[in-house]
T-cell receptor, first 116, second 115 residues
Framework: AQSVAQPEDQVNVAEGNPLTVKCTYS??????LFWYVQYPNRGLQFLLK??????LVKGSYGFEAEFNKSQTSFHLKKPSALVSDSALYFC??????????????FGKGTRLSVIA | EPEVTQTPSHQVTQMGQEVILRCVPI?????FYWYRQILGQKVEFLVS????????KSEIFDDQFSVERPDGSNFTLKIRSTKLEDSAMYFC?????????????FGPGTRLTVL
């Protein structure tokens, strides 16, 4: 069974500092990995995904994530945090071992607070 | 950039009543999904839908739930007899293809409150 763990419920970072939101996953095959962001009273917005190839994936709003197969991790990073980055971040996975229209499996989310 | 839209944004209903949640997907997307998020919990899959058929459903998606695409544009989720525990944010999502690598795009959600 697929699963995603986001070990931190809350991450606090000062504006201008680098940020990291952690995600680890478990799949039977190889993963497709996704990050979504949820602003208050809004839906989930796609940030970036890892499919194959380069382990460092760049996405929207200056975010990037690094796929590490040996550590089964896909941590979200940004070199310099903005107050406007404050939101709820979700990591999600799909297993390449399955074909077809299988659902995304989400972590429980990490709330990022960027303090001015 | 095309967006997924959902109506209503907030629905309040009495226990036992039927509700219909509506979604207008991105126009060339053919694969549709419903997820829900109970307050403070993770996003959970309900059902996927393609070519007017359910592709996959979770154990949450029992006989009280149904989905359809009545007019080729809207995609609806119906809950026949709502329960208190159905209170949640319901998200519609869609993707262009049904491949595992494809991105699912989410709507803003409908907050359902069952009293």
């Amino acid at each position: 069974a697929q699963s995603v763990a986001q070990p931190e419920d809350q991450v606090n970072v000062a504006e201008g500092n680098p940020l990291t939101v952690k995600c680890t996953y478990s799949v039977s095959g190889n993963p497709y990995l996704f990050w979504y962001v949820q602003y208050p009273n809004r839906g989930l917005q796609f940030l970036l995904k890892y499919i194959t190839g380069d382990n460092l994936v760049k996405g929207s709003y200056g975010f990037e994530a690094e796929f590490n197969k040996s550590q089964t991790s896909f941590h979200l990073k940004k070199p310099s945090a903005l107050v406007s980055d404050s939101a709820l971040y979700f990591c999600a996975v799909r297993d390449q071992a399955y074909s077809g229209n299988t659902p995304l499996v989400f972590g429980k989310g990490t709330r990022l607070s960027v303090i001015a | 950039e095309p967006e997924v839209t959902q109506t209503p944004s907030h629905q309040v209903t009495q226990m036992g009543q039927e509700v219909i949640l509506r979604c207008v997907p991105i126009s060339n997307h053919l694969y549709f999904y419903w997820y829900r998020q109970i307050l403070g919990q993770k996003v959970e899959f309900l059902v996927s839908f393609y070519n007017n058929e359910i592709s996959e459903k979770s154990e949450i998606f029992d006989d009280q739930f149904s989905v359809e695409r009545p007019d080729g544009s809207n995609f609806t989720l119906k809950i026949r007899s709502t329960k208190l525990e159905d209170s949640a944010m319901y998200f519609c999502a869609n993707s262009e293809s049904g491949t595992q690598a494809d991105t699912q795009y989410f709507g803003p959600g409908t907050r359902l409150t069952v009293l």
